[in-house]
């Protein structure tokens, strides 16, 4: 079985930056593309940003030149730094992985809040 746990959530002012972490753990023998998505209340989950198994990156459009994602592969961590934040980057973000243990499969992690004051 795998795991992902993301941390890093928390209220802020907006303008004011977050660092989120994912971590995997488990049976893994290894992990293609992590990426992080976004749910706010009323909206459906949307992709913010994804990173594949070496450095190739996407990112949403809303949050280009802000959100940098990256990843530790020798600690199975994905990463997501969000600078100048603005109140509509307001969402639950989860982790998503697509995981190799003994077959190839996607997880979720549970979420972390995100709260951005005006």
């Known amino acids: 079985q795998v795991q992902l746990v993301e941390s890093g959530g928390g209220l802020v002012q907006a303008g004011g930056s977050l660092r989120l972490s994912c971590a995997a753990s488990?049976?893994?023998?290894?992990?293609?593309?992590m990426g992080w998505y976004r749910q706010a209340p009323g909206k459906q989950r949307e992709l913010v940003a994804s990173i594949g198994s070496g450095t190739s990156t996407n990112y949403a459009d809303s949050v280009k030149g802000r959100f940098t994602i990256s990843r530790d592969n020798a600690k199975n961590t994905a990463y997501l730094q969000l600078n100048n934040l603005k109140p509509e980057d307001t969402a639950v973000y989860y982790c998503n992985a697509d995981v190799f243990t003994y077959y190839l499969r996607q997880y979720w992690g549970q979420g972390t809040q995100v709260t951005v004051s005006s």
């Open positions: 488990g049976s893994i023998v290894s992990i293609n593309r």
